[in-house]
């Protein structure tokens, strides 16, 4: 296999469906890579594009790789969301309405990126694909390279255009130019037109072992082995979300897990509720996905100490696991689970957030009285 493809953290199923296509040279002109932030599916972008304009001389090779990596027009288009400008209209160029500390930002970020491919580029009011950018890949496409066989269009966070922009990327994809590749990335391809979504070629990305989002914290983000190795651990497989701990006192936000946990077990209700809100203002962001996630971490280790593993998550409350056990040892975790999932959705499709986290409460509270 190309050393290309060993940079690349994990996803083997992942890279040997584009080995085999590359061996094809038989490429789909439109790709959907679809996973959680975080798990390589930009990189992974970034290196086929390397692969694919691999040439004999190796001098070349080098040139090519190094502007591609390093996101430059007109070997490599990258489409991401951007602000609103002052005034803009469909007709403006995606930036030119823009100020000059956003462009600053824009281009901080960018070069953050090509420096290190796990970077999540944040750029304020960034809320979704603009028409404009989405325009922008005609004068890329009609602009040619002969040192190249193919060029990439990378759109990140795709499920973040408007219909417009949808339609309008529609038209390109309908009609594809002569060794122009697209790959969308995105978390969620239902947001995606169903259109799009079938004159893409998909390929789902997996989230990676805790070793390997330990190496790559301690690779891209310079983190301490030993910090690295705890976060990764909480991490689902994702190095955004290990970045995300990484801003929070994670030990509090343990902490805050096990007493909302043991006042819901009490049915102290109002200090499980209150519980609840400390550790939404502790948190990354205030994101309920994260109680929600850390409270599944921790039934899933009961669920280990119940049947004698000797690996958990919540390593530093081995006891309280085994105290759990003892005394509810008929706890069926599988509804529990069902409360945490309508918790996870709160975010996402705006349910009342008030009415979920009591029922969560109730829900674990029951478990001392089934018990």
């Known amino acids: 296999m190309n050393q290309l493809w060993d940079k690349i953290q994990g996803q083997i199923r992942v890279k040997e469906i584009l080995v085999k296509i590359c061996e094809s040279r038989r490429v789909p002109h439109a790709f959907l890579f679809c996973g959680n932030d975080g798990v390589g599916k930009f990189f992974t972008a970034i290196q086929f594009a390397c692969i694919l304009n691999q040439k004999s001389d190796q001098t070349k090779s080098d040139s090519i790789f190094h502007k591609i990596t390093a996101l430059q027009e007109p070997y490599l288009k990258l489409i991401i969301p951007l602000p609103r400008g002052k005034g803009e209209t469909g007709d403006d160029n995606a930036t030119e309405k823009l100020s000059k500390e956003i462009l ?22 960034a809320n979704n694909i603009k028409i404009n950018s989405i325009r922008e890949i005609t004068k890329f496409v009609n602009t040619t390279i002969d040192e190249l066989g193919y060029r990439f269009v990378i759109i990140e966070d795709a499920h973040l255009m ?89 030990n509090i936000l343990l902490e805050n897990t096990i007493s909302f946990l043991r006042f819901s077990l009490g049915k102290k209700y109002n200090l499980a509720y209150k519980e609840l809100n400390i550790f939404l203002k502790e948190s990354p962001n205030g994101s309920i996905k994260l109680i929600a996630k850390l409270i599944r971490i921790w039934f899933n280790d009961v669920i280990r100490n119940k049947y004698s593993s000797l690996e958990y998550f919540f390593v530093d409350y081995k006891e309280t696991l ?3 056990n003892e005394r509810f040892n008929k706890t069926k975790v599988l509804k529990i689970f069902n409360s945490i999932d309508k918790l996870e959705e709160c975010e996402d499709r705006n349910i009342n957030l008030n009415v979920v986290c009591l029922n969560l409460i109730f829900e674990i509270a029951s478990i001392s009285i089934r018990n």
């Open 104 to 125: 600053l930002n824009i281009a901080e970020e960018i070069g953050e990126k090509s420096k290190n491919p796990y970077h999540k580029i944040l750029i304020e009011d």
């Open 162 to 250: 408007n219909d417009q922009a949808q339609n309008a990327l529609l038209k390109n994809l309908e009609e594809p130019p002569e060794g122009i590749i697209f790959i969308l990335l995105t978390t969620n391809k239902n947001k995606l037109l169903q259109t799009i979504q079938s004159r893409c070629w998909q390929i789902n990305f997996e989230p990676l072992s805790a070793e390997l989002i330990k190496a790559i914290l301690i690779k891209y983000f310079f983190i301490g082995q030993e910090i690295a190795s705890r976060i990764s651990i909480f991490s689902e497989g994702s190095v955004t979300s290990a970045l995300n701990l990484l801003n929070t006192d994670f």
């Open 322 to 324: 085994e105290k759990f």
